[in-house]
C-alpha cells in the first residue's frame, strides 16, 4: 500500500519510453509533451502507457504558441549597445510576434540570457537595442513579458488536444495561460472530457491568478518561462503565491521544471534539488513533476525513484502548511469529517462521491488520515490520482445512505485498515442522495 501523500508525474520520452511498466510502480500520472514527436509516434506513446500502466492517468500538455528565433546560419553573438533587426537579420518562428510587440517593449531571448528594446515596428520587421548581451542561435526561445494580447490556440493545438482526447488523455496541460478566457475557449472545444490543467509561466497569467484558478481544474507551476518572464529573484515568492492561490480554491497544484534537474546526467541530486523538494512538500503541493529528468535524461528510473524517497522522506518530517475552510455550506460539510475524524482517531475518511468536489475539499485542508474516494464515475477516478493524498477507487453506483455506509465498511475491512473497535469517517455530497452527509462508523464484528 502506497502512503505517499504527494503525487508524481513523470514525463515520457526517448529514454523512459521503454521504463513505462517499471516506472509505474512510482509514478501516479504519466505526462506526454505534444510540442514533440509526430501524430503517429503521439499515438505510439499512448498505446504503450495505456498498455504497460493501465491504471496510470495520463497528461497531455499543449504546445500553445511558444515564439522561438528561426534558423539561422551561425550563432550570432551581440553586446550591449547594439542594433538587431527581428524579421530579417534575426528570424522569428511566427509572424504574430510582430503583432504582439509595441516600441520600448522589452524581449527576452534564451531563457532570459539575452534582453533588447523594441525600437520600431513595422509589418513583419522590428528594430531593437541590445539591453543584456549574448550569442543568439537558431530555436531559442522568446518572451515578451508585458505582452497583453492573447494569441489563442492554433488548429494544431485543438487538433493535439483532440488527439490526446481520442487516445486517452485525462488531463491537458494549457500552455501560456493569460486569463480565464483561454480555458473558457479550451473547455468549449473539449468539453468534460478532461481537467484542463492551467500553466501558469506567464506574467499575464500571475497578473490575473485569482480568476484563472477559480476557472481551471487545477494549474502548474511552470518554472521554466515563468522564471524568465518574472526575474528568477521573484520566482519564489511567485510559486508560493501560486500554490497558496490553488490551495485556497481546492484546485490540485503540480510543482514542475528542474525538479531534480542534475539528474539528467547524474545519478543523484544536488543538495539544493533535495531541500526544493522537501519545501515543496511542506507548501502543500498535490504533485511533482518531472520533466528532462524522465524525457531526456541519462537515470529516468532512478531520478523517479529519488523523487519517491525524497518525498517519503518529507512527509515523515514536515506537515503540509494548512489553510482555514472556506465559509461555504459545502466546506462546512468537509471540515465537519475531517474534524470527526481527527476527534474520533479515525483509521481512515472514506468519501463517496460523483463530481469530485467532496473529495477535493476535504483534502484541501490536508488531514494526516488515510483518505479514499468512492466513485462510479471512472474518468473521475482516474483525474483524482493527481490530487493530494487520495487513492480512488472506481465502484459501482450507490443509491442511498445507507448502501454508502455499508460498503465503506466492506471497503476498509477487505483492504486490512481497521480492526473491531476502530472508527471510520464516511461523507458524501451527491445530488442524487438529495443529501449531504458525515457519518462516524465504529467497525463491529
Not at 491504471?55 to 500553445?64: E, N
Not at 518561462?225 to 490553488?246: F, H, M, S, T
Not at 481497521?418 to 464484528?445: H, P, R, W
Amino acid at each position: 500500500m502506497n502512503n505517499r501523500r504527494t503525487k508524481i508525474v513523470a514525463t515520457v520520452g526517448p529514454s523512459s519510453i521503454k521504463l513505462v511498466k517499471e516506472l509505474s510502480q512510482y509514478v501516479d500520472v504519466f505526462r506526454v509533451n505534444l510540442a514533440h514527436g509526430t501524430k503517429e509516434s503521439i499515438k505510439e506513446y499512448f498505446e504503450i502507457i495505456k498498455t504497460e500502466a493501465p491504471d496510470t492517468s495520463i497528461l497531455a500538455d499543449i504546445p500553445g504558441p511558444k515564439l522561438r528565433v528561426g534558423d539561422l546560419p551561425s550563432p550570432i553573438t551581440v553586446k550591449k549597445g547594439d542594433k538587431i533587426t527581428f524579421g530579417d537579420q534575426i528570424p522569428v518562428s511566427d509572424n504574430i510576434f510582430f503583432k504582439l510587440i509595441k516600441p520600448g517593449m522589452e524581449v527576452l531571448i534564451a531563457d532570459g540570457t539575452i534582453k533588447v528594446i523594441i525600437n520600431e515596428v513595422e509589418d513583419g520587421r522590428a528594430v531593437a537595442t541590445v539591453d543584456e548581451g549574448g550569442v543568439i542561435s537558431s530555436r531559442k526561445g522568446i518572451n515578451i513579458p508585458d505582452v497583453q494580447s492573447n494569441i489563442g490556440l492554433s488548429e494544431r493545438d485543438l487538433e493535439l488536444a483532440q488527439l490526446a482526447i481520442n487516445e486517452g488523455a485525462d488531463f491537458l496541460g494549457l500552455s501560456f495561460v493569460l486569463s480565464a478566457n483561454d480555458i473558457k475557449n479550451l473547455r468549449e472545444k473539449v468539453k468534460d472530457n478532461v481537467w484542463i490543467i492551467a500553466k501558469i509561466e506567464k506574467k499575464g497569467a500571475v497578473n490575473n491568478l485569482s480568476e484563472i484558478v477559480k476557472e481551471a481544474d487545477g494549474v502548474m507551476v511552470a518554472r521554466g518561462d515563468l522564471g524568465v518572464e518574472v526575474g528568477l529573484e521573484n520566482l519564489p515568492k511567485i510559486q508560493a503565491r501560486i500554490i497558496k492561490k490553488a490551495r485556497l480554491y481546492g484546485k490540485p497544484v503540480i510543482l514542475a521544471t528542474q525538479v531534480l534537474e542534475s539528474m539528467v546526467n547524474s545519478p543523484i541530486p544536488t543538495r539544493a534539488e533535495v531541500i526544493d523538494v522537501a519545501n515543496s512538500v511542506i507548501e502543500g503541493v498535490d504533485a511533482i513533476m518531472l520533466s528532462d529528468e524522465t524525457a531526456i535524461g541519462k537515470y529516468p528510473l532512478e531520478a523517479v525513484k529519488t523523487l519517491e524517497n525524497l518525498i517519503r522522506s518529507s512527509e515523515r518530517n514536515f506537515n503540509p502548511r494548512l489553510y482555514p475552510p472556506l465559509k461555504s455550506y459545502n466546506d462546512a460539510i468537509a471540515s465537519a469529517a475531517v474534524t470527526a475524524a481527527q476527534l474520533a482517531s479515525a483509521k481512515a475518511i472514506i468519501i463517496y462521491t460523483r463530481t469530485g468536489s467532496t473529495a477535493l475539499r476535504i483534502i484541501r485542508q490536508r488531514p494526516k488520515i488515510k483518505i479514499i474516494a468512492m466513485t462510479p464515475n471512472y474518468k473521475l477516478a482516474r483525474k483524482l490520482k493527481v490530487c493530494w493524498g487520495i487513492e480512488p477507487i472506481e465502484i459501482e453506483s450507490l443509491n442511498s445512505i445507507d448502501s454508502i455506509i455499508e460498503h465503506a465498511r466492506q471497503l476498509v475491512e477487505k483492504k486490512n485498515l481497521v480492526k473491531i473497535g476502530d472508527v471510520i469517517v464516511i461523507a458524501s455530497g451527491t445530488e442524487e442522495l438529495a443529501t449531504d452527509f458525515v457519518k462516524v462508523e465504529i467497525i463491529k464484528g
